[in-house]
DNA sequence: TTTCTTGTTTTCAG
DNA sequence: ACTGAAAACAAGAA
C-alpha cells in the first residue's frame, strides 16, 4: 500500500518525465472513482498539459496546464504505470491517459478504493492550509517539539494509532508506523502519554529515517505497490519489523498483533 | 461463502 | 462538547 515515500516516488518520476507532456486523449474503462463523473473529467483533462507534480499527504496532484489539478489517492493497491502506446490494458486499468510522446498512462487499481478528483487550485491551497492534514515529517517544519506538543495532547490514544492519523503527522500508514516504533523501541499499545522525553526523540528520528530509508529504494512494496515504471520498491528489502518473521536487531521472533481492526508487528523483546 | 486487506470518514458510547 | 474506539466504506482475491 502506497504510503508517503511510495507516492514520493511516483511524484518524482512524474516530475522528472512527464512535465511538458500533453494529453492527447483519456480512455475511461471504469469511471465510477472519477469526480467529476467520466464525460467532465475527459473534458477538463483532455488537450491540456501536465505542467507539474506536488504531493500532501498520501494525496498526489497532477497540476495541468488549464490550471486544474488531478488530485489522486491511490488507496490501497492503485498505481500509475507508463506503457507504450496502445499496450493491451491490464485486466484493472481504469483510466488511459494517451500521452503524445508515443506513450499511455495507465491508472491502475484492483481494490477500487483508489480515485482521481479534479479539484481547482484554490482547492489545493486549501488543502495545504487546513488543519485537517498534520505537518509532512520529511519538511524542515515538522520538528521535535511539534512532535511532541501532538502526541502530549492526545496521551490517552495508543501510540500506533495515533502515529497513523493524519492530523498529527501525515503520511504515515501501517508500515512506516511499525517501522518507526521498532526503530525507537516502543511497543505498539503503549499509551502515547506514557512515552518518556528520549523515547518520544528516539521515535522521532524512527519516522525520519524509515521514511527517508524507504525513500532511498524508491519505497517498500509490500502489496502489490509498482513505481511508475511498472518496477517493484526495493525498501521491501530493508525492513526491520513490518511483515517480518524475525527482528533484525535481536534476531527474535517478530509478533502480530491486531489493534483496532489493524494488524501491527513488533518486537517483544526489544521494544518495552 | 467467508475472511482479509487499508486510509479516511462516520458513528457511537462515555 | 469532546474524546477515543469501533464500525463503515470503497471491492476483489484467495
Not at 1 to 26: A, C, F, S, Y
Not at 83 to 98: A, L, N, S, Y
Not at 130 to 149: M, N, Q, T, V
Request: hydrophobic fraction near 35%; include cysteine.
Amino acid at each position: 500500500m502506497p504510503e508517503l515515500p511510495e507516492v514520493e516516488t511516483i511524484r518524482r518520476q512524474m516530475e522528472n518525465n512527464l512535465v511538458g507532456r500533453k494529453i492527447t486523449d483519456v480512455i475511461v474503462r471504469f469511471g465510477k472513482r472519477l469526480e467529476p463523473a467520466q464525460k467532465k473529467f475527459i473534458e477538463a483533462v483532455r488537450g491540456e498539459k501536465f505542467v507539474g507534480f506536488s504531493r500532501r499527504a498520501k494525496l498526489l496532484m497532477l497540476h495541468l496546464s488549464n490550471k486544474l489539478t488531478i488530485a489522486a489517492h491511490l488507496k490501497m493497491t492503485g498505481k500509475f504505470v507508463l506503457k507504450p502506446h496502445g499496450t493491451e490494458p491490464e485486466k484493472h486499468v481504469h483510466v488511459i491517459f494517451v500521452l503524445d510522446n508515443g506513450q499511455d498512462l495507465w491508472f491502475h487499481d484492483v481494490r477500487k478504493f483508489g480515485y482521481l478528483k479534479i479539484i481547482s487550485l484554490e482547492k489545493v491551497e486549501e488543502l495545504f492550509k487546513g488543519d485537517e492534514f498534520g505537518p509532512e515529517p520529511l519538511d524542515k517544519k515538522f520538528s521535535l517539539d511539534i512532535f511532541e506538543s501532538c502526541i502530549k495532547s492526545r496521551k490517552n490514544k495508543k501510540i500506533k494509532p495515533l502515529l497513523m492519523e493524519p492530523k498529527c503527522i501525515a503520511g504515515i500508514g501501517n508500515i512506516y508506523a511499525d517501522e518507526a516504533l521498532w526503530h525507537a523501541l516502543v511497543r505498539p499499545t503503549r499509551r502515547a502519554g506514557s512515552l518518556k522525553k528520549p523515547e518520544l526523540a528516539k521515535l522521532y528520528d524512527g519516522i525520519i529515517v524509515s521514511l527517508t530509508e524507504s525513500l532511498k529504494h524508491r519505497g517498500a512494496s509490500s502489496e502489490n505497490y509498482r513505481d511508475l515504471f511498472d518496477t517493484e520498491g526495493e525498501s521491501t528489502n530493508f525492513l526491520h519489523a513490518y511483515n517480518q518473521e524475525k527482528c533484525a536487531r535481536c534476531k527474535g521472533a517478530i509478533k502480530r498483533i491486531v489493534i483496532g481492526t489493524r494488524s501491527a508487528h513488533y518486537c517483544p523483546k526489544c521494544q518495552k
